[in-house]
């Protein structure tokens, strides 16, 4: 497996790493763990350097797990799966099936229609199935449509307004700390208990100020 490029910053890496190892992750997710935007994954996605390290890393993580899916496949075609065993046929390169427009059925079509089992197939059953065999086409992949600017721009908007909420939350807890306020309280709070807690900071730092009568 080639090296990353030493130009890359670490940002470019870590999200390289996310999207091989966390495929399932959306790329707002991402680019919020690293810190980043998320039109800058976009930008690096259209880059010929990064996508061909990022098929490299990927084909190689996804080649060591498909033993062991293929070893349960295996075991689930050998206890009497067909469609385990159409699998694991299709994936060894020893059926394909042809997609047929007279209205006939395959011999392997009959196979899986009758109540036989995988363990009853027999040579001659391969040989027969074995004219069936073609290689289909691939479909053609769409093309990922870089996001417009609008979009660009709703997103930094928002990525914006999401930083200053950060910032205030921020504030108004080192200022509860200050006066010895407790810290709200952690989930989803109305909008009431938000602000009858920033009431307790705001008189607590007004009791502070205000000097004690002797």
Known sequence: MSNLPTSWQEPKKKALDALVNNPSQSVSDIADEIGIHRTQIHRWLREPEFVEMYYERYMVTFGAR????LTSMIREAEAGNVQAGRLVLEHSGKLIKRVEVKQ???P?????????T???I???DFEELSDEIE???K???KPVQPPSEAEIKREVIKQDLKNKKRREARQWRARAKAVNVL???SGRQTPKQREDWKTAIIEAEKRLKTPTKK
């Open 104 to 106: 006939r059925q395959s």
């Open 118 to 120: 995988i363990e009853n």
């Open 66 to 69: 498909l033993p062991k899916v």
């Open 183 to 185: 810290p709200a309280k």
């Open 139 to 141: 479909r053609p992949e």
């Open 122 to 124: 027999s040579e001659a």
């Open 108 to 116: 392997f079509e009959k196979f899986l229609s009758s109540d036989a």
């Open 135 to 137: 290689v289909m086409p």
